[in-house]
């Protein structure tokens, strides 16, 4: 399986932007899908996760209100809407695939990675 990130760039406090993760799976629609970020010295944290159906999501604390994972079984591909930005949210934002097809918030529980997309907000 190969996940493929975009949308990430330089936006103001406040505003907003819209990742995709795109995957080459047939079987996409089995796999749970998550975010994660990683800021400059930091680890990896969750962000949010959707089931293989997109009936159950859950968020990160830190980004519950802002955020909003979807997906489009479809197009094989999960989204991340993130409106309210803030400086703080800047990272690389990495999707990711379990095959389990249930939600997890940890990074153990999935098993293919996309490579990266850096978001930046400014104050």
């Known amino acids: 399986v190969q996940l493929q990130a975009s949308g990430g760039g330089l936006v103001q406090a406040g505003g907003s932007l819209r990742l995709s993760c795109a995957a080459s799976?047939?079987?996409?629609?089995?796999?749970?899908m998550g975010w994660f970020r990683q800021a400059p010295g930091r680890e990896r944290e969750f962000v949010a996760t959707i089931n293989w159906s997109g009936g159950s999501t859950y968020y990160a604390g830190s980004v519950r209100g802002r955020f909003t994972i979807s997906r489009d079984n479809a197009k094989n591909t999960v989204y991340l809407q993130m409106n309210s930005l803030k400086p703080e949210d800047t990272a690389v934002y990495y999707c990711a695939a379990a095959r389990t097809g249930v939600v997890h918030t940890t990074t153990g529980g999935y098993d293919y990675w996309g490579q990266g997309t850096l978001v930046t907000v400014s104050s």
């Open positions: 799976a047939p079987t996409f629609s089995r796999y749970a």
